[in-house]
């Protein structure tokens, strides 16, 4: 008689708070070799995602005993009224809500762990959340959690794609679920909404057009891309929004995810003026912080803008002398698009004093833009 069953697990799994558990093949994964492959070539793959395409598809790189892997989805799609400012403010995607959920999912698996391990002798099993190489939406799709939608999600009949995924690699068999077909039909409306055309083809995502990469990517963005981010300061939920599964996806009571410091329509000025203590506070327990402070405020200094915000020039002019080369010269340019020309000093002065030089470069372009003439370096 097997020692844990799969109804045993699920049953389990929805006693401790876990909303979808599902089975898959640690094989499942070897038939995108081909599709990362192409991926690359294309292009569409970022910075974030590894590059080594057999890491991404061998759960055994993590556990060489893997027989089956076990997939949690939790859905976090909670109910709450949002509030707006009067004065400008910057939109916070819903992943980031409330705590952190790579510890609340870690916390759940945890414990179905230990309780598989208190039915059967010899277990091992890895838990894993997000941070790893492996596909976790195909593990998903291969355990029946959901479907692929035409955004690159997965999507499952009652949660939407509203849903937190983990994986639990294990060395026991399980026999797999099976995957589920599409049902999103002749539905376009994720391609039509996207702001930066990032779903190039359903199913096939441009890493480097989508918003919820381009709002954690480090460095100077691209002014096209910084102003489709419009008043994003983390991730983009458009094509989420628009999907009409997501309409009538169950609602949850889950207070982990409900926000509480970071709002999710945050006031800018309170962004441009954080501390780094006041940033652990705000964004610490958020899922958002791992990229740190000054990728959240850039992204602020971006929303300013592309808000024609002029309660944020206060502010902007402290970060000229920010610490951060970045916001230091994301500083200048939010000013020479509010200020005109009446900023120039201030710049100028900024630029004598910079060392960095892709904050010099930026200065330099703002001021030539303002003053009509060429600035060369540090001089006219």
């Known amino acids: 008689m097997d020692c844990v069953t799969k109804e045993e697990i699920k049953k389990f799994a929805q006693q401790i708070g876990v909303d979808l558990v599902g089975f898959a093949s640690p094989d499942c994964l070897k038939e995108y070799d081909n599709f990362l492959k192409e991926r690359e070539n294309l292009g569409y793959s970022c910075s974030i995602e590894e590059r080594d395409i057999q890491k991404r598809i061998s759960p055994e790189f993590i556990l060489p005993e893997v027989k089956s892997i076990i997939a949690i989805a939790l859905s976090y799609n909670v109910e709450y009224e949002i509030k707006y400012y009067s004065r400008s403010f910057g939109i916070v995607s819903r992943s980031s809500w409330g705590i952190d959920y790579h510890k609340v999912l870690k916390e759940k698996m945890e414990k179905l762990s230990e309780f598989i391990k208190s039915k059967c002798e010899g277990v091992k099993t890895v838990c894993l959340v997000d941070n790893n190489p492996l596909l976790e939406r195909e593990i998903a799709y291969h355990a029946g959690i959901g479907w692929f939608g035409k955004n690159g999600l ?22 797999p679920d099976a995957p589920q077909k599409t049902k999103c039909g ?91 203590k006041e940033f652990a506070e705000i964004f ?73 030089e892709m904050a010099k470069k930026m200065m330099i372009e703002v001021l030539n833009k303002l003053k009509g003439d060429k600035i060369e370096n540090n001089e006219r």
């Open 154 to 175: 997965i999507i499952n009949d009652e949660y939407g794609s509203y849903i937190f995924l983990g994986e639990i690699l294990i060395n026991k068999y399980f026999e």
């Open 186 to 276: 002749d539905c376009d409306l994720c391609i039509k909404a996207c702001p930066t055309n990032a779903i190039v083809e359903p199913y096939i995502i441009n890493a480097h057009k989508c918003l919820s990469y381009i709002t954690v990517k480090k460095g100077k963005i691209e002014e096209k891309m910084s102003k489709k981010m419009g008043r994003r300061i983390y991730g983009c939920d458009t094509c989420q929004h628009v999907c009409p599964f997501n309409k009538r996806a169950k609602k949850v009571v889950r207070s982990e995810f409900v926000p509480d410091k970071l709002l999710p329509r945050h006031d800018l000025i309170e962004i441009l003026n954080m501390s780094k």
């Open 284 to 356: 610490g327990p958020t899922s958002s912080s791992w990229r740190g402070k000054s990728i959240i405020i850039r992204n602020a200094i971006i929303a300013c803008v592309n808000t024609k915000e002029k309660s944020c020039i206060e502010p902007l002019k402290n970060l000229l002398k920010s610490q951060s080369p970045l916001l230091r010269g994301y500083s200048a340019w939010a000013l020479s698009h509010l200020c005109d020309k009446e900023i120039l000093s201030e710049i100028e002065n900024a630029l004598l004093k910079e060392k960095d």
